[in-house]
């Protein structure tokens, strides 16, 4: 039976409101992207922007992800929630693109409560799909058969859950409010499941000899000995029943929301997870995401249209890093690469591993600012790169067969055995962290900051020089 509330908030509510924006003055709905391989520090770069916005929302990904915001001190570790909720007073959205895992999730609410974040404005689509036990298991099973060439997945069961939802066999929010229809559903999407979940058992042995590798925690799971509780329909029926009670005051008919905030010219931030060269369709496939991280990505996974977008800001770091498998041009296995990892702390928030490094791919970057339309871009981490001589930048690439290449190269063969060809740039000795304004970063930041944005084709107008929320260099406008 759908609750009370449920049934209220589906037949109650006044229709949409007329669209008022042939005559309000253009507000922006701002998506913020991943402009490289992830973990640029968008959430920094979001929390900063959300100080204009009435609503942040976040439309792809799971708890893949990972944002850290250090506010006043204290710092904030999110996989999940958008970083918009560490302010009172906006909406904070999880939109039906996401895929997420309802014990995460809480866990996540819990964990924020206690430090004393107010969660009342965190609201849920009922259509986002949910991530389920044998999601994860799935994952870890998947990449376990892969051996060698497995994709480096971050285990959280993601891939399996996108491919539920394109199968039509997904478990979605609204499905925790009724307890018939969740259980029938689990049923059958675990049905065609059994087969490699079986295997999974027979590979659990196997599984306990690699526990001290990769991500520790899934791995752990996924040996635990049968029968494994999660994976019983009852017990599973049962648990996802009591996420659903809690979940309940939250969930949302999240696309209106959106609407509502648009059409009274207020501004809403779409915030992407992962990045575009993780994009599903248009990254480095299969070493990719399941799901699309690029700005037109907003419209499908929050239920907006692509006029409601005004502004795209694009994140990538002064340099460039990348988890897991896969073609990275401008890579560095040596002792400057080391120095980047450790200067940058280069370990992923969500699974803690060492992320490989490297200089700062123009090429791929111009790639990313022309599909996701870029309109601002924001460079993080500038100060990790004082204390080199020279600063490198990949300016085109070089195929194996001595073609020169100056743009992302769409077939996977030419990309994986290009080397990137680079322009030197002088570097900086100075400590920037204390900057805050332009005029006081050294000469040569500058030149490289509109070296970049001169070859890329657009404006940088925010610099981070440092983990805290203040360790920024705002640009003018027209920069
Ligand atoms: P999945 O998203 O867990 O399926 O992992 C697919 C690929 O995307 C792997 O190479 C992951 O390391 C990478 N990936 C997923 N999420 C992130 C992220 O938030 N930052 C960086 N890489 C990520």
Redesign the pocket.
């Known amino acids: 039976m759908l609750s009370a509330r449920a049934t209220e908030d589906a037949g109650m509510r006044r229709p949409y409101a007329r669209s008022t924006r042939h005559n309000a003055p253009v507000m922006p709905g701002l998506v913020i992207v991943g402009a490289q ?3 640029e520090g968008k959430g920094k770069v979001t929390d900063l922007l959300a100080e204009r916005a009435d609503a942040i929302v976040r439309f792809q990904g799971g708890n ?3 944002h850290t915001i250090v506010r006043d001190g204290e710092e904030f570790k999110f996989h999940l929630i958008p970083s918009g909720i560490l302010y009172p007073d906006k909406a904070c959205v999880i939109g039906n693109g996401v895929v997420l895992d309802p014990h995460i999730l809480l866990g996540e609410i819990d964990g924020l409560r206690r430090r004393g974040v107010d969660m009342n404005n965190l609201k849920i689509s009922a259509n986002a799909h949910l991530i389920m036990p044998y999601h994860v298991l799935l994952d870890t099973a998947g990449e376990v058969k892969l051996g060698k060439l497995s ?4 285990r ?1 069961g ?2 399996p859950c996108y491919a539920d939802k394109a199968l039509r066999l997904g478990i979605r929010v609204q499905d925790l409010l009724d307890e018939k229809i969740l259980r029938a559903k689990i049923r059958t999407a675990l049905e065609p499941k059994q087969q490699a979940l079986r295997e999974l058992s027979v590979q659990r042995r196997k599984l306990r000899k690699e526990a001290g590798e990769g991500d520790r925690e899934s791995v752990e799971q996924a040996i635990e000995d049968a029968p494994d509780p999660r994976i019983d329909l009852h017990t599973m029926t049962e648990e996802h029943i009591n996420y659903g009670h809690r979940l309940e005051p939250h969930i949302a008919d999240t696309a209106r929301l959106c609407w509502d905030r648009l059409d009274a010219g207020k501004t809403v931030i779409f915030e992407g ?2 990045a575009t060269l ?1 994009d599903l369709d248009h990254g480095t496939y299969p ?4 799901s699309n991280p690029i700005a037109g990505a907003a419209c499908v996974g929050a239920g907006i249209g692509p006029t409601d977008i005004s502004e795209v800001w694009g994140v990538a770091k002064a340099y460039a890093t990348r ?4 073609p990275f041009p401008t890579e560095l296995t040596d002792e400057l690469g080391r120095h980047m990892l450790e200067k940058g702390h280069e370990y992923g928030t ?1 699974t803690g591993r060492e992320r490989r490094c490297g200089w700062m791919d123009l090429v791929a970057l111009r790639y990313a600012v022309r599909l996701n339309r870029m309109s601002s871009l924001a460079i993080t981490k500038l100060d990790v790169l004082s204390g080199l001589e020279t600063l490198r930048v990949a300016v085109r690439y070089r195929s194996r067969e001595g073609a020169l290449l100056d743009s992302f190269p769409y077939h996977q063969s030419i990309l994986h055995s290009a080397t990137p060809e680079y322009d030197e740039l002088p570097g900086f000795d100075e400590d920037i962290t204390a900057c805050r304004d332009e005029a006081d970063l050294p000469p040569q930041a500058r030149a490289y900051l509109d070296y970049i944005a001169d070859f890329v084709g657009v404006p940088i107008r925010l610099v981070g020089v440092g983990p805290s929320r203040d360790q920024i260099v705002w640009r003018p406008e027209g920069a």
């Open positions: 391989w992830g973990d893949n992800a990972g994709l480096g997945t971050t959280r993601i891939g997870a992962q993780l070493f990719v995401t399941s988890v897991g498998a896969g969500t």
